[in-house]
């Protein structure tokens, strides 16, 4: 684990976005099971340390594009747990006023956020667009989005980092490496052992940190973060973790070992910080006890919320197609 | 800001109006026209920016439509592309929602496959998903007759017609080049603006000088007559009025409606002329298979049926990939002539 530079406060803010994450999976897959979800969900189990870690190290002018394993960072950017619930249920009440699916297409620009679509990495050009921008007008702002190990053999990845390679852009990409693309483990999907090493290729640095440590990656983002904004240009930061469930709700991921799972849940981001925190005389149980308890009932209400918000009228499905 | 020019739109046979139209200064080819429009926006507004392959420096673009753009601009608004249609335009979306108009050009309307994905799923689909506007404006230089083979003389506006979210423009004279190109651009949507290769330096008409739009989703009835009605956009308007005229010599006369913006389309003039004239006929380069001009047919059968005197006819290209060699891409493609003949058809009917 990374020395940290820190305040209490900071820890302390890092594990509690990480346990809002966490709760909010745990109760939204509990909802699904009952029956209760519409549609698809996606675990973040396993992803909390890097949508939280790096989603922390940016200011809120930054722009950031997460995608549909980055609850934390969308959390910690301002979009409330009832907005996601309602989102996810299908809502009038949810960012996407029932028109996507579950975390798809969660943007909001009130708070620097830009929806993605299945259509993954088509999140990599649009942030790095976001970047262009800023270079345009002079603005010290950064972009950062996400990709999952899967979508780095998409013809889109090598487009989007060799451009942002010529523009030079305050463009930060972080590649989710969790080892599977829906049930296609890495071996099956390329021939080289670190993903890090394609940015060399394009002529940017490429760094790997530890995915379930979430001061390492904070550490790591902040870094390319401070870089980019001084002019440094983009930055490829590969976190490798594991995805701790299936590819969504309906898929127990059997073709996973157990023992690789087991291996990992050993190194689980949240339970590790918590007892990291504790060993380090940060917190005690009654401080974490406080914490979890205050996650419960944040979500606990947005489920409440989200339940009771109507469906969007059928009257306004042709509404919003086109902006005035 | 100037609505209508009372010009003949370039086309000889068709009298002008006005004094203004006469004006020889302002006689514009329509490849002029559509570089006098990106210079004039990129003046009024800070935010309007170029994108594209080989656009900058004395270069200026395949068709040198961006020539002297950079000079005056500088490279940061006038930005070279490498290769990589679908990182260009995923990227003019991000800058979009940012609140700048990137104006892209597409090499040839061909390559635009190549970002179908970052257009038709992510630009358009993007403000009724999370209402996060996305203003670009795609240029893609289209249409054959000019001998350059299967992937340099496509015309796939009816791809992006089918995909919710994408406004579709094809302008069919240098009036109409600039003034759809002033309104794609301040349009707050993305906008795919279909400028007709084979008009760039052969079709020249009065062009109103400063700021002058022409609103999207307006046809233009540029012809009037009792008979029958020429619908069609894009090239193939020229090559209706050159029918047109020769079918008046004999004492036939048609509507030619130039619809000016595939999507959205102006369903009242479309109705108005076919009520009007009850036999029409739809035209355009693109092929006849499920093309534009079924939609328009459509249409018209649907809620003018009790007006109609024949069946509604359509004249598209082929269904074959757009063929090299003279006599095959003649035969491929639609017009004055094969125009001509069905219309007399129809007349007859």
Known sequence: MTKTCLTRDQQLELYYWMRLTRTLDEMAVALWKQGRGVGGMFSQRGHEAISVGSGFALGPDDVVAPMHRDHGCYLLRGLTPRRIMSNLLGRATGVTRGRDANMHGVGDLNFNLIGFISHLPQSLPVALGAAMSFVYRGEARVAMTYVGDGSTSEGLFHETLNLAAVCQAPYILIIENNQYAYSTPLPQQMKIEHLADRAAAYGIPGVIVDGNDVEAVYAVVKDAVDRARAGGGPMVIEAKTMRMMGHAIHDGAEYVPRELLAEWERRDPVVTYEARLMAAGVVDQVEIDEIKQRCAVEITDAIDYAESSPFPDVATVTEGVYAL | ?349
């Open chain 2, 1 to 349: 800001m100037t609505m209508s020019t009372g010009s003949n739109f370039g086309f000889a046979d068709i009298e002008p109006n006005s004094q203004e139209a006469l004006d020889e200064s302002r006689q514009l080819t329509y490849i002029a026209a559509i570089s006098e429009a990106l210079r004039e926006e990129m003046e009024r507004d800070p935010n309007v920016l170029m994108m594209g392959e080989d656009i900058a420096g004395s270069f200026g673009g395949a068709f040198k439509v961006t020539k002297g753009l950079e000079e005056q601009f500088g490279a940061r608004r006038v930005m070279n592309m490498p290769m990589c249609e679908l990182g260009f335009v995923g990227a003019a979306t991000g800058m979009a929602l940012m609140g700048l108009r990137p104006v892209i050009e597409m090499q040839f309307a061909d390559f635009i496959t190549s970002a179908f994905d970052s257009i038709v799923q992510y630009a358009a689909t993007n403000y009724y998903r999370w209402q996060g506007a996305v203003p670009w404006v795609i240029r893609a230089p289209s249409d054959g007759g000019l001998r350059s083979g299967p992937f340099h003389s496509q015309n796939p506006e009816a791809w992006f017609a089918h995909a919710p979210g994408l406004k579709v423009v094809t302008p069919a004279t240098p009036a109409d080049a600039k003034g759809l190109l002033l309104a794609a651009i301040r349009d707050n949507n993305p906008v795919i603006y279909f400028e007709a290769k084979p008009l760039y330096r052969s079709l020249k008409g009065y062009v109103p000088p400063g700021d002058y739009v022409v609103p999207i989703g307006v046809a233009n009835l540029v012809r009037s007559g009792d008979d029958l009605s020429i619908i069609t956009y894009g090239a193939q308007l020229r090559e209706a009025l050159t029918a047109a005229g020769r079918l008046a010599a004999e004492g036939i006369h048609a509507d030619v409606l130039d619809l000016r913006t595939v999507k959205p389309l102006d369903t009242e003039a479309i109705l108005t002329s076919a009520r009007k004239t009850g036999k029409v006929l739809v035209v355009h380069s693109a092929t006849q298979l499920l093309g534009v001009g079924a939609e328009v047919a459509s249409l018209i059968a649907d809620q003018a049926f009790e007006w109609l005197d024949a069946p509604v006819r359509r004249l598209g290209g082929l269904d074959v990939p757009v063929p090299f060699s003279p006599p095959l891409e003649d035969a491929y493609r639609p017009n004055a002539e094969k125009i001509y003949q069905i219309a007399k058809e129809l007349a007859e009917f």
